[in-house]
Antibody, heavy 120, light 107 residues
């Protein structure tokens, strides 16, 4: 069974930093691209970032480029995102997700989500 | 950036009826489109990928069609658990984006 268990999140002040992690199990982690998606309260889904299975290729939405850094540790089956220079508009539930297969671009499995609140 | 538009914003139907949801892309995305269902308080669930392929474990009452710029998700004979929000998403090129969603609620 595919399992994505997220950790991190919480309350952070504007301008602050936070790191989210996603522990993966039940599949060949290094063989699948992974992504982060967020959902602001009461709003729709926003695809933030993706990383290839090897970690050599990364993509970012313009809204987080230069502030967020996606990474993965294939020895520990863990996906992470370092979030810097956080703003009120970054307040959202953040999900990690696994591609349906390889680098397909469709998200077949999702973590439970973790709430990030940016507020003073 | 490819923009996805979904219509209607809300669809009010009764159990047993058929839901027809539309997704339109600002430029052709070929067949590189997926559909997701999100129930309140839950993570999204992939329903359809590649415009018309049902994801693993998805009931046959969910079907996707279309290519280019116009896509449809059809839910035949709505079950109580189908009342939720549905999002389309393209993977044609980066950045991948989601549509704003269609809420299917009980009439």
């Amino acid at each position: 069974e595919v399992l994505l268990v997220q950790s991190g999140g919480g309350l952070v002040q504007p301008g602050g930093s936070l790191r989210l992690s996603c522990a993966a199990s039940g599949f060949s982690f290094a063989g699948h691209a992974m992504s982060w998606v967020r959902q602001a309260p009461g709003k729709g889904l926003e695809w933030l970032s993706s990383i290839s299975g090897s970690g050599s290729t990364t993509y970012y939405a313009d809204s987080v480029k230069g502030r967020f850094t996606i990474s993965r540790d294939n020895t520990r089956n863990t996906l992470s995102v370092q979030m810097d220079s956080l703003r009120a508009g970054d307040t959202a539930i953040y999900y990690c997700a696994k591609y349906i297969q390889g680098g397909s671009g469709y998200l077949a499995s999702w973590g439970q989500g973790t709430l990030v609140t940016v507020s003073s | 950036e490819i923009v996805l538009t979904q219509s209607p914003a809300t669809l009010s139907l009764s159990p047993g009826e058929t839901a027809t949801l539309s997704c339109r892309a600002s430029q052709s995305v070929s067949s590189d489109l997926g559909w997701y269902q999100q129930r309140p308080g839950q993570a999204p669930r992939l329903l359809v990928w590649g415009a018309s392929n049902r994801a693993t474990g998805i009931p046959a009452r969910f079907s996707g069609s279309g290519s280019g710029t116009d896509f449809t998700l059809t839910i035949s004979s709505l079950e109580p658990e189908d009342f939720a929000v549905y999002y389309c998403q393209h993977r044609y090129d980066w950045p991948f984006t989601f549509g704003p969603g269609t809420k299917v609620d009980v009439k």
